[in-house]
């Protein structure tokens, strides 16, 4: 499931909550008094900074990001796969010349490797100070403390996902089943709270599909929901909650700062999804029978309630549409 290669998602960082992370880097660079403490993840060719003390030294910060090919002491702990000590930076005849050292701040550094469950590494754990530092045995074993944690956390988000995987998604589709909307869309409702943020429920529902199971096949008819459900991979943004909820029915889920755009913005994807679903459904000879039925409806932060009522009034437009075709 996971390997050095894979990056945090948005929905895992929050099933993760890198505030506790934070917390820890902040602590890390007090307590050692130096100039950063980070949590760095090697994600393809390069390394990123999930999260960097927040102390008025620290020279990183979340998101910033060097690739592989430099001469990082990163880069080393990835690729000895043990913990790395450098106390002298600018004396140490490997060190000196590298590009860190050189061109940037650091003067000493300690780092641990960070493992995902499946024994690859995720990245480092570590101390950056721009003076030369001893980093005492006592405060190393509380560095390797907190990589423990750190690595408890990718456990439970291994866990969590292994369940989320035969509990909350759909077989056919690969995306969320109702379960899944309902523990996902909780959580994103909590969030719109405190951020502000409008929310915007889409129903869809396959025009037909019961008469295409009869006259074709129920091969036909699941060729049109798995048609439908990449379809709404495609056109969706990442952060939506995208899930089918019955047979023939899909919601989207999705969130908005702008208040005054979200209209706009669902129509326009409702528009995109039919046609891109009735022009991909014509290669299977059903496009004269099937298409689409959708309704959405917006919800600002004052106004939300709970998930199933909001489905509801977006599931009534549905209908109307549906209705409107007959």
């Known amino acids: 499931m996971f390997d050095s290669q894979s990056c945090l998602s948005r929905a895992q960082q929050s099933i993760i909550d890198l505030d506790k992370w934070q917390q820890t880097v902040d602590l890390i660079a007090e307590l050692f008094d ?39 002491f990163c880069r080393k702990i990835v690729e000895t796969k043990q913990e790395l000590n450098i106390q002298q930076a600018k004396s140490d005849a490997y060190w000196k010349l590298s590009p860190p050292v050189v061109e940037g701040k650091i003067r000493s550094y300690c780092g641990l490797p ?11 754990i570590c101390i ?12 190393i074993k509380l560095l390797e403390q907190f990589c423990r944690l750190i690595t ?16 909350l998604t759909d077989e056919l ?3 969320n089943n109702r379960r899944g909307l309902s523990f996902l869309g909780e959580q994103r409702i909590k969030d719109a709270r405190r951020a502000k943020q ?60 702008d208040e005054s755009i979200h209209d706009v913005q669902l129509e326009a994807l409702c528009s995109r999804i039919l046609e891109c679903y009735n022009l991909a459904a014509s290669e299977y000879d059903v496009g004269e029978i099937t298409s689409i039925s959708y309704g959405y409806q917006t919800f600002d932060y004052e106004r939300t309630t709970v998930l199933e ?13 549906k209705n409107s075709k007959r």
């Open 34 to 72: 130096s100039a950063c403490g980070a949590i760095v993840q090697l994600r393809k060719d390069e390394f990123n900074v999930v999260v960097a003390s927040q102390n008025e030294d620290s020279f990183l910060s979340r998101d910033v990001t060097w690739p592989w090919d430099i001469n990082s």
């Open 114 to 124: 960070i493992f995902w469950p499946s024994g690859q590494l995720f990245g480092t």
């Open 128 to 139: 950056i100070d721009t003076k030369e530092t001893e980093y005492s045995p006592t405060l």
């Open 152 to 167: 408890a956390d990718l456990q439970m988000l291994h866990d969590y996902e292994a369940i989320h995987d035969l509990a």
């Open 173 to 175: 589709t690969g995306l």
């Open 198 to 257: 409008t929310i915007g429920i889409v129903y869809l529902d396959i025009d037909n599909l019961k008469q295409i199971n009869d006259k074709q096949g129920h091969q036909v008819g699941d060729q049109c929901i798995i048609t439908l459900a990449n379809v709404l991979k495609e056109n969706g943004r990442e952060s939506d909650i995208i899930a089918r909820i019955g047979g023939d029915e899909f919601i989207i889920m999705t969130s908005f700062n």
């Open 309 to 321: 009522d909001m489905i509801a009034q977006a599931d009534r437009l549905m209908y109307r549409n």
